[in-house]
């Protein structure tokens, strides 16, 4: 097991609805990630936090507002999404040094009708 | 141009064969290779990481060719549990936590 886990595991949502991912790690990490994976496309990062702070946020629309309170868990807030936006999102999570492992949760199967 | 490319596949061998995955890289500024795998409706997970001597684990053989900007995977005898997805992905020097994949490359081994 990796020791990431992600709540909801499938979630459907309108394109009106606000709704949140939650990842939590048990591995003592402190640096987690979000990353998108769609269909026959490569998985893209999202966000990085490192120590709580965001480091990295790769030009994600405003309709993704990332949430880091503390170095185990993580959250993805979601509102106004639009059909495109359905896909796997992927929590990961890694120690802060060099170039470590990246441990990657189930994911959650987001539909947007 | 995508910055890690790989044949998409799918690949489908007898058990037994070995079959080799190669993989791209754009940006000669990369750092950090690896092979990760991802089973069907599962999430991804490290399989080796790729040195430029080359590496071994097993069954499993990983090359880096940096003047070419290429990396390629080995599996030798395969199994049925090798059929997954394999993605090839870099880092880049100074981003060592931000992760590019490839779309990867799908292997079915048949009995």
């Known amino acids: 097991e990796t020791g990431v886990t992600q709540t909801p595991r499938h979630l459907v949502m309108g394109m009106t609805n606000k709704k949140s991912l939650k990842c939590e790690q048990h591995?003592?990490?402190?640096?987690m990630y979000w990353y998108k994976q769609s269909a026959k496309k490569p998985l893209e990062l999202m966000f990085v936090?490192?120590?709580?702070?965001?480091?990295e946020n790769n030009s994600v629309p405003s309709r993704f507002s990332p949430e880091c309170p503390n170095s185990s868990h993580l959250f993805l807030h979601l509102h106004t999404l639009q059909p495109e936006d359905s896909a796997l999102y992927l929590c990961?999570?890694?120690?802060?040094?060099?170039?470590?492992?990246?441990?990657f949760g189930p994911g959650t199967r987001l539909t947007v009708l | 141009r995508k910055e890690v490319e790989q044949d998409p596949g799918p690949f489908n061998v007898p058990e037994g064969a070995t079959v080799a995955f190669n993989c791209t890289y754009s940006?000669?500024?990369?750092?950090?290779f690896f092979w990760y795998r991802q089973d069907c409706r599962k999430e991804p997970k490290l399989l080796m990481s790729?040195?430029?001597s080359g590496n071994e684990d097993g069954r499993f053989t990983a090359q880096l060719n940096r003047a070419s900007q290429y990396i390629s995977l080995l599996i030798r005898d395969s199994k049925l549990s090798d059929s997954a997805t394999y993605l090839c992905?870099?880092?880049?020097?100074?981003?060592?936590?931000?992760?590019?994949f490839g779309s990867g490359t799908q292997l079915t081994v048949l009995p």
């Open positions: 990961a999570s890694s120690s802060n040094t060099g170039t470590a492992e990246q441990f």
């Open positions: 591995l003592g990490h402190n640096a």
């Open positions: 936090y490192s120590l709580e702070e965001r480091v």
């Open positions: 940006n000669s500024a990369s750092q950090s």
């Open positions: 790729v040195y430029s």
């Open positions: 992905v870099v880092t880049l020097s100074g981003s060592a936590r931000q992760l590019t």
